[in-house]
């Protein structure tokens, strides 16, 4: 284990550092969050090219940040790309739990 999980996790750690320079706030994903970004990333992995899913991941979170400019709850902006990664990839639609 190294450093940086012993000190609260890696994405805990990015979070701080990068919430610290956020014009907004900025929060690790809840464990239902988490696991729902996992899959899609999974998906978008499995249905194309590997090198592919972390770009997807970036794409879907600056939705979710856009959508939220516009009023909609991360819940429902997560959702609304869950419904654009399954009819990219042909994976079932996947819920925010």
Not at 80 to 85: C, D, K, T
């Amino acid at each position: 284990m190294n450093e940086a999980q012993d000190e609260g996790g890696l994405l805990d750690q990015l979070t701080r550092i990068l919430g610290g320079t956020a014009v907004g706030s900025l929060r690790a994903p809840t464990s239902d969050r988490r696991a729902l970004i996992l899959r899609l990333a999974r998906d978008v992995a499995h249905a194309g090219e590997r090198q592919e899913t972390p770009l997807a991941t970036y794409l879907i979170g600056r939705y979710v940040e856009l959508r939220r400019a516009a009023g909609l709850s991360e819940d429902q902006a997560l959702a609304e790309a869950a419904e654009a990664v399954s009819a990219v990839t042909g994976s079932p639609d996947t819920e925010v739990q």
